[in-house]
């Protein structure tokens, strides 16, 4: 276990006193489950979840008092130690964004658990991108041995499971969270064993929300045009209205089924098992429960006509208005071409996608998100907005790398790109021996 903790942390985490904490010696201590908490000192809702987190750890662990570096660090003779209680197994590790030293001196100095050194800006950085960061507070939950995602909305355990009865918040099959009684806008209601057989959209919206209700008229006609195709598909809406009167004025727009109002547990269980950061979320799943893609509202908005329903991944993407958002995500192979030759963008797509599916079948064998996703840019004024933000060349062909988070590019500017071009700088970027240049 040690291995992969060193990996993914370094060698050394710190206490709220600051005293530093070897990695390996989690593993020692039987450190089975592993939270990452991400977040920053100038977030109020950061300092708002480590008051109910603190309470939280310290109920699991059993310390005495869950005060400033209660349980923290092993302590002498850790390695030694009887073995813990299943929930005793719990360890949370702080990766913050502070740009201040100072500031998050302060912070950390009333958390109870670990934090990655500030100095390691870098690793934090490759954390954020590692599992698909976009908001904070994030708390997501790792097993600490395989390294896999067991939770990816840790804020929803705290508030659904406080006592941790539920430890370890392994996810659970689509069937098991959804099984109950769903609703047609009619007043209908139909068991959730009506969905077998079926592909299923799992729609997480709010009337308060105004590119929700943008995307609920699209994903109307969508779900109108499948059912006429004779697609055995249907919609579960998991509404984040924020009354009862609200969720009954935007699902009487739907043709759907949805998750009564009142199952606040099921639609917190959803939410949970689906890690949802934001909305509108549209997740579609095969009949047998398994997720086909998380960007179901980039699809409908990109296929009006759902000739490609049901939306399985493509390895290479064509940059658009409509998906420019998961530039966002983490980094992002863009080669840019010149749209004004016919067929210069498909061949550009053709030439990446061996190589972009190689690397995702690999992390997909490993149960890990691909750290990079690969784009194809024609010209168009998006395309030449984001050129001006990220001060590339006019250059096409023009092969970058864009890591937005971390505001660093990758730049190739060569006169041919060919297949083994992309491959060496996509392996020399995985292997961190480029060197980035600012954004």
């Not at 499971?161 to 539920?166: A, M, S, T, Y």
């Not at 606040?264 to 997720?291: F, K």
């Not at 996608?353 to 690999?362: D, R, S, T």
Request: net charge negative; aromatic share 8%; charged share 25%.
């Amino acid at each position: 276990m040690s291995g992969f903790l060193e990996e993914l942390l370094g060698e050394k985490l710190v206490t709220g006193g600051g005293e530093e904490v070897d990695v390996h010696s989690l593993g020692a201590r039987g450190i089975s489950l592993l939270g990452l908490y991400f977040g920053c000192s100038l977030s109020a809702p950061c300092a708002q979840l480590s008051g109910s987190l603190a309470a939280f750890y310290g109920r699991l662990r059993g310390d005495a008092a869950a005060g400033p570096g209660a349980g923290a660090g092993p302590g002498p003779g850790a390695g030694a130690a009887a073995e813990p209680e299943p929930r005793r197994r719990l360890e949370i590790v702080f990766v913050s964004s502070d740009q201040d030293q100072r500031q998050w001196q302060d912070f950390v100095r009333d958390m109870p658990w670990l934090a990655l050194p500030y100095k390691e800006k870098h690793r934090k950085l490759k954390l954020w991108n590692k599992y698909r960061i976009s908001n904070i507070p994030s708390l997501i939950f790792l097993d600490a041995t395989t390294g896999k995602v067991v939770c990816r909305n840790g804020l929803l355990v705290i508030r659904d499971d406080p006592e941790g009865l539920e430890f370890p918040w392994g996810p659970k099959p689509f069937r098991e969270v959804i099984a109950g009684p769903l609703l047609r806008n009619n007043g209908q209601s139909l068991e959730s064993s009506s969905l077998e057989g079926s592909h299923v959209g799992v729609y997480f919206s709010a009337h308060w929300c105004p590119p929700c209700r943008s995307l609920t008229r699209v994903l109307v006609e969508s779900y109108r045009k499948i059912k006429e195709a004779g697609q055995k598909f249907e919609i579960i809406f998991v509404s984040a209205d924020r009354s009862e009167d609200s969720f009954n004025q935007y699902f009487s727009e739907m043709p759907w089924l949805a998750v009564p109002y009142t199952d606040e547990a099921r639609r917190s269980r959803l939410n949970r098992l689906y890690g949802i950061q934001g909305i509108p979320t549209l997740i579609v799943l095969d009949p047998q429960g398994e997720v086909i893609t998380r960007q179901g509202r980039v699809e409908v908005l990109n296929d009006e006509d759902c000739r490609e329903f049901p939306w399985h991944p493509k390895p290479v993407l064509e940059l658009s208005d409509s998906n420019a958002v998961q530039l966002n995500e983490g980094p992002c192979l863009v080669l840019f071409v010149d749209s004004e030759d016919d067929g210069e963008s498909e061949a550009a797509k053709q030439l990446i996608q061996p190589i972009a599916e190689k690397i995702i079948a690999k992390y997909k064998a490993k149960e890990e998100e691909a750290p990079l996703l690969f784009f194809v840019a024609g010209e168009d004024d998006m395309t030449d907005s984001l050129r001006d933000y990220t001060n590339l060349p006019e250059a096409a062909p023009l092969l970058t790398i864009l890591d937005m988070s971390a505001r660093a590019k990758y730049v190739m500017d060569v006169e041919e790109i060919t297949p083994a071009i992309v491959e060496a700088f996509v392996n020399d970027f995985l292997a961190e021996k480029l060197k980035p240049e600012p954004i």
